[in-house]
């Protein structure tokens, strides 16, 4: 998913948020669900949301798309994989401005903490070779299956 920018009209933030609720609920609540995409949210480390979004986020101060994507998880009881991973703020940022000074972490994983632990890392690629100011980012997904013990006749 792409969110807004920051730059948006609220109107145009609002209607973003409302696409993650139609995705979100578009699933049984017994399936993984993942976002993930270029959500524009810087997040800040605060002790409240700590659950959420870990310690490992690389910003001072949560930007407005940041307050509304916390907000979201924590009522959906979603967690930001992408700031739960530590990792070298090289490893971290995911978006870089076309002057090559300025880094951010505005990408995100999101995923519902009941299966949280099936994403086993978070982290972003340099070298991948895209047209885009956003580097790569992947997450090592590892997913259990159920196997059933009634026997076939």
Not at 85 to 93: D, E, K, L
Not at 101 to 108: G, L, R, V, W
Request: aromatic content about 8%; proline content about 1%; glycine content about 4%.
């Amino acid at each position: 998913m792409h969110a807004s920018s920051e730059e948006k009209s609220d109107d145009s933030k609002d209607s973003c948020c409302e696409e993650f609720e139609q995705a979100f609920y578009h699933f049984s609540k017994y399936h993984m669900k993942i976002l993930l995409g270029d959500l524009n949210a810087k997040v800040r480390r605060e002790n409240i949301f700590k659950l959420t979004i870990g310690n490992e986020s690389l910003h001072q101060d949560s930007s407005d798309n940041g307050v509304r994507i916390v907000n979201f998880a924590t009522s959906k009881n979603l967690v930001l994989k992408s700031t739960l991973s530590p990792h070298r703020n090289i490893h971290s940022n995911t978006w870089a401005s076309p002057n090559g000074k300025t880094y951010k972490q505005i990408d995100h994983i999101l995923i519902d903490r009941r299966w949280q632990s099936s994403i086993l890392e978070v982290r972003s690629f340099r070298g991948a070779d895209f047209d885009t100011d956003h580097y790569l980012v992947v997450a090592k997904i590892r997913e259990r299956l159920a196997v059933s013990t009634q026997a076939t006749q």
